[in-house]
C-alpha cells in the first residue's frame, strides 16, 4: 500500500509538472495576437498587435519589426497592413478590424502598437512605443541588431520622428506616405547609420508627395542610403503596394544594425534625446540644433567636429577600434589627449575645448527630464489641479472643474475616423491631491497661488505669477519642481480663441501644446500673445521678456 501510495505521489507530481511545462512551452500562440503592456501615464493596459511565427524557439533571437499604424486606425489593422493584408471588397475598416485573415509566414516578430488611437507619436503615444518595445523584449528573445520600423501616413511621420530622434536603435526604417511633426526635418543627419526606403503615391491628396521628394533628394545630398517607390496614380492608400506580397520583410532581411559605427553624425535640441551610438551630448547651446560628427578613423584616433554643443562625453567601451589607454581626438582643430578604459567627457570653457572629469548639465539647469517645453509636462503621466483654496462658490467652482476637465479630455469625440484618444489622466482639487501624486506625476495647475494651495507650496520656487485680480490675460508657463515638473495655467486657459488648425491627430486644446514654448502670456485670447519664450539654461526668465511680461501689469515676479 505504502509503496503505491508514493508512486501515485510520484506520478501526481509529474503530471503537474509535465502539464506546468507544457503550459509554458505554449505560452503563446503562433500567429497574430493581442497582448498588453500596463502604461504608467494612466494606470491602463494598453494593448498592441503582435505577430509569432510558427515553431517560435524561445531560445533563438529573431529579427522585430515595429509597425505604427495611420490617423483612423489600430493596431490590429496595422499588424493586416503590414503584412499587404487590405480590406476585403466593400469591408469598412470597423469590419476589418474584427478578425485576421490567413497570410504567408515570416521568420519575424511583428509588433504594432496601438498608441492611444489617433494621436501622433509625440508625448505619451511615442512613450507608448518604447513600453511596447521593452514589453516585447521582456516576452521574446529579439536580435538588437535586426531591429526595424515601419509605418503608414501618421505612423509614417512617426516612423520618421522616432527613428531620427533614437537612431541608434533600428537597424533600418521604412516611412510610407510619412507625415512627420514639425522640426523633424532638421534630424536628416541622424540616419547616417540605418538605410530609409520611403514609398508615396503620386496623387496624394492628403499628404502631398512634394514632402517625401525633398526628404529623398536631402537624404542623398548628405550621404544616406536611401530608396524610394513611387507609385504612378496612386492616392493616399500607398500602403497597399508598399507592403503587397510581404515586401517589406524581404527589404528588411537585408540590413543589420553595427552597434559600434566608426563614425557617428548627431543632432538634437533637446537633452531627452541626446544620444546617439557611443556619442551622448551633455550640454547644448540653449535653443540650438547642436551637431556633432566623431570619426574614429583609426584605433584610438578620433576626428571630432561640432556645432552649438558645449559638453559631451563618448562611451568606446567594446568598440573594434578602441583600447584601453590613451585616446588622442582632434577636436575642432585642436588635438586633446585623454587616458581612459573606455570614458572621455569634454567641455567648452570660453569657447576653448578641454578635457572633463564630469561634463553633465548642472544640477540646477536645463538637464534631462527638466528642460521644457510645455509639452515636455504632458509627454509623461500628469495630474490636472483645480483650486480650491478661496473657499469658491458653488458656481465657480463647478466652473474651475470643467476647465481642467476640459484640460483632460483628451478623449473627446471627434468623428467616425478619428475617433477618440484612448488616454484617461485624472482631475483633483488641490485638496485630493495625495502625496504619491507629487512624487510621481508631472502636475498641471490651474488658478493662481491665491486660489490653488499647490501654487501657494511652490509659490516661492516659480518664478512668476499673475495678479489675482487680472481679469484679461491667460499665463502658462513649465517649470521643474523636484523630479518632475509642474505647469502651471492661471487666468484665462490656454486653449481660449485657438482655431482648429493642422494635422487633427490631437483635440484643438492639446495640439497648440505643441507650438508653445516654456512660457506665455496672452490677452483675451491665446492668439493675442503679449510675449513668450524660453526661460535661460538656469531656469531665469530673460530680463527683455521680463520687461514686457512687468509692462503688462498683470504678472509679478518671485525674485
Known amino acids: 500500500m505504502k509503496v503505491h501510495f508514493i508512486k501515485a505521489v510520484f506520478l501526481l507530481i509529474f503530471g503537474l509538472v509535465s502539464t506546468i511545462s507544457t503550459l509554458s512551452a505554449q505560452k503563446y500562440a503562433s500567429g497574430p495576437q493581442v497582448l498588453s503592456f500596463f502604461s504608467d501615464a494612466d494606470d491602463t493596459d494598453q494593448p498592441y498587435g503582435l505577430y509569432l511565427p510558427p515553431n517560435y524557439d524561445e531560445n533563438k533571437k529573431y529579427p522585430l519589426v515595429v509597425m505604427l499604424h495611420g490617423a483612423g486606425s489600430n493596431h490590429r489593422l496595422a499588424l493586416r497592413r503590414v503584412f499587404g493584408k487590405t480590406n476585403g471588397e466593400d469591408e469598412t475598416d470597423v469590419e476589418a478590424s474584427r478578425s485576421f485573415p490567413k497570410w504567408d509566414d515570416v521568420d519575424f516578430i511583428v509588433a504594432s502598437v496601438y498608441a492611444r488611437g489617433t494621436a501622433g507619436y509625440q508625448g505619451i503615444p511615442e512613450q ?16 538588437e541588431n535586426k531591429t526595424y520600423l515601419t509605418g503608414l501616413s501618421m505612423g509614417g511621420g512617426g516612423t520618421l520622428w522616432i527613428g531620427l530622434t533614437r537612431p541608434d536603435i533600428w537597424a533600418a526604417i521604412a516611412p510610407v506616405c510619412p507625415a512627420p511633426p514639425a522640426g523633424t526635418f532638421d534630424l536628416a543627419t541622424n540616419a547616417l547609420n540605418f538605410p530609409i526606403h520611403f514609398f508615396h503615391g503620386d ?13 529623398v533628394s536631402h537624404l542623398q545630398d548628405i ?3 536611401v530608396s524610394y517607390k513611387e507609385f504612378v496614380d496612386v492616392k493616399h492608400d500607398s500602403w497597399v503596394s508598399a507592403y503587397d506580397n510581404q515586401f517589406i520583410f524581404e527589404w528588411f532581411s537585408h540590413a543589420e544594425r553595427v552597434p559600434y559605427p566608426d563614425r557617428v553624425r548627431f543632432v538634437s535640441k533637446l537633452y531627452k534625446y541626446n544620444k546617439s551610438f557611443w556619442v551622448t551630448f551633455d550640454k547644448i547651446q540653449h535653443g540650438t540644433l547642436a551637431e556633432i560628427d ?7 584616433a578620433l576626428e571630432i567636429t561640432t556645432k552649438n554643443l558645449d559638453a559631451f562625453t563618448l562611451n568606446l567601451k567594446n568598440h573594434p577600434k578602441f583600447k584601453p589607454g590613451t585616446l588622442t581626438v582632434k577636436l575642432d582643430g585642436v588635438t586633446l589627449s585623454v587616458k581612459t578604459d573606455s570614458t572621455a567627457s569634454f ?6 575645448w578641454a578635457v572633463a572629469p564630469n561634463a553633465v548639465a548642472t544640477a540646477s539647469g536645463k538637464r534631462k527630464g527638466a528642460e521644457g517645453p510645455i509639452l515636455d509636462a504632458f509627454s509623461a503621466r500628469h495630474v490636472y489641479v483645480y483650486g480650491t483654496a478661496d473657499n469658491p462658490s458653488p458656481e465657480e467652482l463647478t466652473k474651475r472643474l470643467e476647465i481642467a476637465n476640459t484640460a483632460a479630455n483628451w478623449s473627446q469625440y471627434r468623428g467616425p475616423f478619428l475617433g477618440r484618444i484612448m488616454f484617461f489622466p485624472r482631475v483633483l482639487s488641490d485638496k485630493e491631491v495625495r502625496p504619491s501624486d507629487v512624487e510621481s506625476s508631472n502636475l498641471i495647475l490651474f488658478g493662481t497661488k491665491e486660489t490653488n494651495s499647490y501654487i501657494a507650496k511652490f509659490a516661492d520656487k516659480l518664478p512668476m505669477h499673475l495678479s489675482p485680480a487680472d481679469k484679461t490675460h491667460g499665463l502658462f508657463y513649465v517649470f521643474p519642481m523636484d523630479k518632475h515638473y509642474v505647469a502651471v495655467n492661471s487666468g484665462l486657459p490656454w486653449w481660449i480663441g485657438t482655431e482648429d488648425q493642422g494635422y487633427p491627430f490631437v483635440p484643438v486644446m492639446h495640439r497648440k501644446l505643441s507650438e508653445y514654448k516654456d512660457f506665455l502670456l496672452f490677452k483675451d485670447s491665446a492668439k493675442n500673445i503679449v510675449t513668450d519664450g524660453y526661460f535661460t539654461p538656469e531656469w531665469k526668465l530673460p530680463e527683455d521678456i521680463k520687461t514686457k511680461l512687468s509692462a503688462s501689469g498683470a504678472v509679478n515676479f518671485t525674485k
Open 128 to 143: 507608448d512605443v518604447y513600453d511596447m518595445l521593452d514589453d516585447v523584449k521582456k516576452r521574446f528573445k529579439i536580435d
Open 203 to 215: 496623387a496624394d491628396p492628403v499628404v502631398p508627395v512634394e514632402g517625401t521628394r525633398k526628404w
Open 223 to 225: 550621404g544616406v542610403e
Open 294 to 300: 566623431a570619426n574614429l578613423a583609426k584605433p584610438n
Open 347 to 352: 567641455s567648452k570653457n570660453g569657447g576653448t
